[in-house]
């Protein structure tokens, strides 16, 4: 039996490219990027600036407005913490009420501590944060909006832009954690006129172990890390050069597929989504469902959705697995001790619905092939698997 991975929210397999460089690294790039001094230096600083230019082009940046971290989370922590830290004369920090829990926790830490007051924005039944709920939270008061660009759970795009365009007159710093959404479209830092963006390179065939931080020039930050001057003086600490490398060469493959690559995924998780409610009774999909130009947008290749009579969705995953599928329930940062996502009940999906939550991402090496396989396997699946739920509540 064929494995179908269906998790790319999680982790994307790297890329060819991507290991073919960080071997390449490994061999001859394997110095301290600050020795300048020295041919080992130097070949490894060369190495970081291209990566750096590779990942400022994916997302329409300039090269020093990029910083590399160990994460997306590293990137989101600095970004609440770092850009809260450099406006002290402001105490408010608004975020939306389903942000990743690398946005919410630092907010939570900041308020705890005293250092900011947070302001949660409701979103919609399909994950849309309420704009003008939004607008009337940026006061006088607030330091910093972060919203993120796209949901890992849900699939649901933020009119991020639109955001900004309400914060401007205000001159609120504004801040998206974007790391669902860059490699699966086109996420361009000038369109969106964010002052900071998250991203990770395992959500675009790149290593774990690799964030970066873009920061606008002229915005001022406060470090996360405090210690060497590597990073511009910005981030302290040796970069993870081997990673950063190959964070790199995905940037630079993805950046040439991605237009081609949208439509695709589009189409297969339209496929998947619709075949499975065809098939499975009781599915309620979470998230958008409207169609191509529907003012709820979801990432291409996403489905999310709960299956009523599931009691506990790890059941269920672990019995996908058992039939050569790994997909998921949410976010792979989320503690197994939270059984309902604080996203579904965002957008109200009762407890008992969401307890059966399953999410099938598509991506770069996803295939018609995988889709075929979901349908015939999902729904088989399912079916074992109430009969037993059934008998035992007998």
Not at 76 to 95: D, M, T, Y
Request: charged share 20%.
């Amino acid at each position: 039996m064929e494995r179908i991975y269906a998790d790319y929210a999680s982790a994307a397999p790297l890329y060819p490219e991507a290991v073919a460089a960080m071997q390449e690294a490994a061999a001859q790039a394997w110095g301290a990027a600050a020795a300048s001094e020295y041919r080992e230096g130097r070949a490894a600083a060369q190495a970081l600036d291209r990566a750096r230019q590779q990942i400022a082009a994916l997302i329409n940046a300039r090269p020093a407005e990029v910083y590399f971290t160990s994460s997306g989370t590293e990137a989101n922590n600095w970004a609440i913490k770092g850009l809260s830290a450099a406006q002290p004369e402001r105490q408010r920090v608004v975020v939306s009420a389903i942000e990743h829990l690398s946005v919410l926790n630092p907010v939570q830490r900041l308020t705890r501590f005293g250092a900011s007051q947070s302001m949660l924005v409701a979103v919609d039944a399909q994950g849309v944060v309420d704009r003008a709920a939004a607008e009337q939270a940026m006061t006088a008061e607030t330091a910093l909006v972060s919203v993120q660009l796209a949901s890992n759970e849900i699939g649901t795009i933020q009119p991020v832009a639109e955001l900004v365009e309400r914060a401007k007159p205000r001159r609120l710093l504004v801040h998206t954690d974007a790391v669902a959404a860059t490699g699966r479209i086109a996420v361009d830092v000038r369109q969106l006129g964010v002052d900071a963006l998250s991203l990770a390179a395992n959500q675009f065939g790149g290593p774990s172990g690799v964030g970066a931080l873009y920061v606008r020039e002229g915005v001022r930050i406060q470090p996360l890390l405090d210690g060497g001057t590597q990073e511009q003086g910005r981030r302290a600490g040796g970069e993870n050069l081997i990673g950063v490398v190959g964070a790199g060469a995905a940037a630079e493959r993805t950046h040439q597929e991605l237009a081609a690559r949208g439509g695709i995924l589009r189409r297969m998780g339209e496929r998947l989504l619709a075949g499975l409610r065809q098939r499975i009774d009781g599915v309620r999909p979470t998230g958008p469902t409207g169609p191509l130009g529907h003012p709820a947008q979801r990432l291409p290749g996403h489905v999310s959705l709960c299956i009523e009579g599931m009691e506990d969705s790890e059941a269920l995953l672990r019995a996908l697995d058992l039939a050569g599928i790994a997909c998921s329930n949410g976010s792979a940062c989320s503690s197994k001790a939270m059984k309902t996502s604080h996203v579904l009940k965002a957008i109200g999906v009762p407890e008992a619905q969401a307890e059966g939550a399953v999410i099938f991402s598509l991506g770069w090496a996803s295939t018609d092939q995988d889709v075929d396989g979901l349908l015939d396997r999902v729904p088989r699946v399912v079916e074992q698997l109430r009969k037993v739920l059934s008998n035992n509540a007998r």
